[in-house]
């Protein structure tokens, strides 16, 4: 399946730009447009892409604003700026700042096991192998899962997208988006199946962001959707940011293509046609989102801003320079995990529930020491770069898959050359 192979993601400082964060038009820079467009466009000529919308942001003003091509390729309904995107696993790090407001609060600490707040994954086992009749094998786990293994997919769970027992188990027993079961059945499936490595040991892209998000409903007694509205949405004005699609903004939703044929074909069947009409049953902290660029530059320059923007804030300069900080023990940042063109290795490591770029030679990335990023299985992307004081959200509606248009590293490429230093580019 396409979206199996999906890719579906340090700061202490600029308190100065919180009052010209939100986004705001500011001094444009022509060139930068230019550069963006020079990068992206012929994507979209070339047919890999219908369109898309980006936002640049330096200094806490919007510098460059582009947007090129159709939201819908049949009725040539053209992207606009308040185009809204499925963003898929951009859900990720909003779940991530979620879940920090509670670590905040004291609700919850990096040691906890995970099941001190998911009772139902207490004691579970680890993969062992299989016998000669190919069923599975599993022992006691050396350690059972920690919230901080849980935040840095370490804690032993898989999405089960791939070809191993335990990713067969998964196929078997959750849904690889959990939105239309209930959380406590999800639960129940999910203790069927074993860890498929000690706690600790690897780093594997996983569902541990869909268990994050059914804490934060534990953790504060409300529903996912509510909890990030009042906390995160309503304070950072984003206006278009949910786990659905209302009838109001329907024709501003883009159509999902799908480019492994050769050419662009709607998505209509699979686990990511849901038409984003109805409130899901669990709401996934792990994909569930729709969004606009520039309603995720706001949570972005949130980020940047060391966790508040406009007077308002939503994360403590500590927990926000947490979730910018890498995690990952050295054993594990080697270059052998990781998940489609995001590549745990020296230099590009891992915060919580985003990459984060401790040296950007090492890494061979276009972006200042420091940034955090994450992107979408539909395309979209966005990373923010405290060295540059850089906020930058690129949105497309293609599912990515191997051979597709790597738009990230050419918008980051065509950002660095308007406003990277020399030694950073």
């Known amino acids: 399946m396409i979206m199996r192979n999906l890719s579906c993601l340090v700061l202490s400082?600029?308190?100065?730009?919180?009052?010209?964060?939100?986004?705001?038009?500011?001094?444009?820079?022509?060139?930068?447009?230019?550069?963006?467009?020079?990068?992206?466009?012929?994507?979209?000529?070339?047919?890999?892409?219908?369109?898309?919308?980006?936002?640049?942001?330096?200094d806490g003003k919007r510098?460059?604003?582009?947007?090129?091509?159709?939201?819908?390729?049949?009725?040539?309904?053209?992207?606009?700026?308040?185009?809204?995107?499925?963003?898929?696993?951009?859900?990720?790090?909003?779940?991530?700042?979620?879940?920090?407001?509670?670590?905040?609060?004291?609700?919850?600490?990096?040691?906890?096991?995970?099941?001190?707040?998911?009772?139902?994954?207490?004691?579970?086992?680890?993969?062992?192998?299989?016998?000669?009749?190919g069923n599975l094998i599993s022992g006691p786990a050396a350690s059972q899962p920690t919230m901080g293994q849980l935040v840095t997919h370490t804690a032993g769970f898989l999405y089960g997208f791939g070809p191993t027992p335990v990713d067969r188990e998964y196929q078997k027993h959750v849904p690889l988006i959990p939105t239309a079961v209930?959380?406590?059945?999800?639960?129940?499936?999910?203790?069927?199946?074993?860890?498929?490595?000690?706690?600790?040991?690897q780093w594997q892209?996983?569902?541990?962001?869909?268990?994050?998000?059914?804490?934060?409903?534990?953790?504060?007694?409300?529903?996912?959707?509510?909890?990030?509205?009042?906390?995160?949405?309503?304070?950072?004005?984003?206006?278009?940011?949910?786990?659905l699609v209302p009838p109001s903004k329907r024709d501003r939703?883009?159509?999902?293509?799908?480019?492994?044929?050769?050419?662009?074909?709607?998505?209509?069947s699979g686990p990511f046609a849901d038409t984003y009409a109805a409130k899901p049953v669990t709401a996934s902290g792990g994909g569930g989102l729709v969004s606009t660029v520039n309603d995720y530059a706001r949570?972005?320059?949130?980020?940047?801003?060391?966790?508040?923007?406009?007077?308002?804030?939503?994360?403590?300069?500590?927990?926000?320079?947490?979730?910018m900080t890498n995690h990952l023990s050295p054993a594990l940042i080697t270059g052998g995990f990781g998940i489609g063109i995001q590549q745990i290795r020296p230099g590009y490591e891992y915060g919580v529930n985003g990459v984060v770029v401790t040296d950007p030679a090492k890494a061979g990335v276009a972006m200042g020491k420091g940034s955090y990023l994450w992107d979408g299985a539909g395309g979209t992307w966005f990373w923010v770069d405290p060295t540059n004081k850089i906020v930058f959200v690129g949105m497309i509606q293609r599912l990515a898959a191997e051979g597709g248009p790597n738009v990230q590293d050419a918008s980051q490429r065509a950002v660095a050359s308007n406003f990277a230093r020399p030694e950073l580019r």
């Open 13 to 58: 400082f600029f308190a100065l730009m919180a009052s010209n964060a939100e986004a705001k038009p500011g001094a444009s820079s022509p060139a930068a447009e230019k550069n963006v467009a020079a990068a992206l466009d012929p994507f979209v000529t070339d047919q890999k892409l219908a369109g898309y919308v980006t936002v640049l942001m330096k």
């Open 63 to 133: 510098v460059a604003t582009n947007v090129h091509g159709y939201a819908d390729i049949e009725t040539r309904r053209p992207m606009t700026k308040d185009t809204i995107f499925r963003i898929y696993s951009m859900t990720k790090p909003v779940t991530g700042v979620a879940l920090m407001i509670l670590y905040d609060q004291g609700k919850w600490k990096f040691s906890d096991p995970i099941s001190k707040f998911l009772p139902e994954l207490a004691n579970l086992k680890v993969y062992r192998g299989v016998d000669a009749a």
């Open 182 to 201: 209930k959380a406590s059945d999800y639960l129940a499936g999910l203790a069927k199946i074993p860890l498929a490595y000690e706690p600790g040991t």
């Open 205 to 243: 892209y996983s569902i541990a962001m869909d268990l994050e998000g059914i804490i934060v409903e534990r953790l504060s007694g409300k529903s996912l959707q509510a909890f990030m509205k009042t906390e995160i949405f309503d304070p950072l004005k984003m206006v278009d940011t949910d786990f």
């Open 253 to 268: 939703f883009a159509t999902l293509y799908d480019g492994q044929s050769g050419k662009l074909t709607d998505v209509t």
């Open 299 to 323: 949570f972005a320059s949130m980020l940047l801003n060391g966790g508040s923007l406009n007077g308002r804030r939503i994360l403590s300069k500590r927990a926000t320079k947490t979730i």
